[in-house]
């Protein structure tokens, strides 16, 4: 990640439908299919709101009683949503 304050929410226009395994995620923009596992899927529904990467920390750690978060892999997962286009991330106002 870079220094620059950012906040992470869901790229718009995006079909979304539940799996025993996770999500599967269709976005008509690029004409692909994600199927995002159980971890990743949690980081997307917690980004229906905008959220900075702290702020997701701090939900990820709450919702799964966890002392020390993973801050490294979650950080990984934000870059790889966005990089795939179903996350967009913009400056913090």
Not at 28 to 35: G, I, L, Q, S
Not at 59 to 66: G, K, N
Request: net charge negative; hydrophobic share 45%; proline share 5%.
């Amino acid at each position: 990640m870079n220094d620059t304050p950012t906040y992470y929410t869901r790229a718009t226009g995006l079909e979304v439908h539940e799996t025993k395994d996770g999500l599967i995620v269709f976005n008509p923009a690029t004409d692909r299919v994600h199927h995002l596992n159980y971890t990743a899927g949690v980081i997307f529904e917690l980004c229906e709101e905008a959220l900075s990467t702290a702020a997701l920390i701090d939900l990820m750690a709450q919702l799964f009683s966890l002392e020390d978060p993973p801050r490294a892999a979650i950080e990984t997962g934000l870059r790889q949503l966005v990089d795939e286009g179903v996350l967009v991330e913009a400056p913090i106002a």
